[in-house]
């Protein structure tokens, strides 16, 4: 870390503190003794959304986290429970290392979470995101479901 006042090359760090900003280091010039603080924190990129029509635009948790509140409406689940949730499909996006990910990952990822976290939430989630469109194709993927958590019980 360059020194702000005189330009040296080199400081000593004195103190290093963590907080909710990241890391805080006080930091002291060996040539001129100025004393500074710098802050250190991680830049954490989340990958461009590629969109059924094409379009891209940028990663939107605070979205995310809005189609989940719909599907769990009314469901005993709690809002720190969808904020894991959340960060686990965030954590998964970021951690494809690639600069561009399709909607339908994401989406994938975010229905197999909710298949584990609460059916019923989960069969409100794939009516939009599968594109259930009658009631025979909800009830199909109900049987689905059913006869999954059956030959889970049975294991």
Request: aromatic letters at 4%; glycine letters at 4%; hydrophobic letters at 35%.
């Given at each position: 870390?360059?020194?702000?006042?005189?330009?040296?090359?080199?400081?000593?760090?004195?103190?290093?503190?963590?907080?909710?900003?990241?890391?805080?280091?006080?930091?002291?010039?060996?040539?001129?003794?100025?004393?500074?603080?710098?802050?250190?924190?991680?830049?954490?990129?989340?990958?461009?959304?590629?969109?059924?029509?094409?379009?891209?635009?940028?990663?939107?948790?605070?979205?995310?986290?809005?189609?989940?509140?719909?599907?769990?409406?009314r469901r005993p689940i709690s809002a720190d429970a969808l904020e894991r949730l959340a960060d686990?499909?965030?954590?998964?996006?970021?951690?494809?290392?690639?600069?561009?990910?399709?909607?339908?990952?994401?989406?994938?990822?975010?229905?197999?979470?909710?298949?584990?976290?609460?059916?019923?939430?989960?069969?409100?989630?794939?009516?939009?995101?599968?594109?259930?469109?009658?009631?025979?194709?909800?009830?199909?993927?109900i049987n689905r479901l059913l006869e999954s958590e059956s030959s889970t019980r049975d294991a």
């Amino acid at each position: 870390m360059n020194c702000p006042y005189c330009g040296a090359r080199r400081t000593k760090v004195i103190a290093t503190d963590r907080d909710a900003r990241g890391i805080r280091r006080r930091r002291e010039c060996p040539l001129c003794r100025q004393r500074f603080t710098t802050l250190e924190r991680a830049v954490l990129t989340t990958p461009l959304v590629v969109k059924r029509d094409g379009r891209r635009e940028e990663f939107n948790r605070e979205k995310l986290l809005a189609g989940l509140r719909i599907a769990c409406a009314r469901r005993p689940i709690s809002a720190d429970a969808l904020e894991r949730l959340a960060d686990r499909v965030e954590e998964y996006i970021r951690q494809t290392g690639k600069t561009e990910v399709s909607s339908k990952v994401i989406g994938d990822r975010v229905i197999a979470e909710l298949r584990e976290l609460d059916p019923v939430s989960y069969i409100r989630y794939a009516i939009v995101y599968l594109g259930l469109e009658d009631l025979a194709a909800v009830r199909a993927e109900i049987n689905r479901l059913l006869e999954s958590e059956s030959s889970t019980r049975d294991a």
